[in-house]
Antibody, heavy 119, light 113 residues
Framework: VQLQESGPGLVKPSETLSLICNVS????????WNWIRQPPGKGLEWIGH???????NYNPSLKSRVTISMDASKNQFSVKLTSVTAADTAVYYC??????????????WGQGTLVTVSS | DIVMTQSPDSLAVSLGETATINCKSG????????????LAWYQQKPGQPPKLLIY???TRESGVPDRFSGSGSGTDFTLTISSLQAEDAAVYYC?????????FGQGTKLEIK
């Protein structure tokens, strides 16, 4: 399975960050699909995931601002983060969990896309 | 949230020697029903996404050299890299998948001397 993130590289403060992850080589109707971010020079933060039934789990630290959705017809899933600030500047990765159980490691990652929040 | 704490934050080890990275979880990540530790290790090089090395705390991912090994149980885990090579220079992260939110250690930067 290959994953590829896409979306604007620059977002203005207070606006909404929107990214898409295109999945190839496998069906999005299986597995759990995750978003993870990494501020420049810092560590990894899990944003949340969506699973094959469409259910979601989010990091409580972002829950009020984040929505993850999927479009099975396009084999892609997406993340929206509202009211962004400079603290949301990061490389955003999409990643797949190993299987459908919901408690597995990330075995495939996209290359990541840098999103900068700045006016 | 399960806090994952790695030590040290950075280390420099000579070529051919052994590097040891520790990871401590704020609560046990061992599920008693299957006796498995829900702990993974990743390697990240600059400009690249993390690469899975180890899952179930000690199972090597396919294609990962056997110089990489994981051990530990419950709350204390170790990643050992033996016969260090120049290409092993990277940041290493532990991560728990015991529950959500998934959490990572802060990372350990490994330099090869």
């Amino acid at each position: 399975v290959q994953l590829q993130e896409s979306g604007p590289g620059l977002v203005k403060p207070s606006e909404t960050l929107s990214l898409i992850c295109n999945v190839s080589g496998g069906s999005i109707n299986s597995y759990y699909w995750n978003w993870i971010r990494q501020p420049p020079g810092k560590g990894l933060e899990w944003i949340g995931h969506i699973f094959y039934s469409g259910g979601t789990n989010y990091n409580p630290s972002l829950k009020s601002r984040v929505t993850i959705s999927m479009d099975a017809s396009k084999n892609q899933f997406s993340v929206k983060l509202t009211s962004v600030t400079a603290a949301d500047t990061a490389v955003y990765y999409c990643a797949k969990e190993f299987d459908r159980s919901g408690l597995r490691w990330f075995d495939s990652w996209g290359q990541g896309t840098l999103v900068t929040v700045s006016s | 949230d399960i806090v994952m704490t790695q030590s040290p934050d950075s280390l420099a080890v000579s070529l051919g020697e052994t590097a040891t990275i520790n990871c401590k979880s704020g609560q046990s990540v061992l599920y008693s029903f299957n006796n498995k530790n829900y702990l993974a290790w990743y390697q990240q090089k600059p400009g690249q996404p993390p690469k899975l090395l180890i899952y179930w705390a000690s199972t090597r991912e396919s294609g990962v050299p056997d110089r990489f090994s994981g051990s530990g149980s419950g709350t204390d885990f170790t990643l050992t890299i033996s016969s260090l090579q120049a290409e092993d220079a990277a940041v290493y992260y532990c991560q728990q998948y015991y529950n959500t939110p998934r959490t990572f250690g802060q990372g350990t930067k490994l330099e090869i001397k």
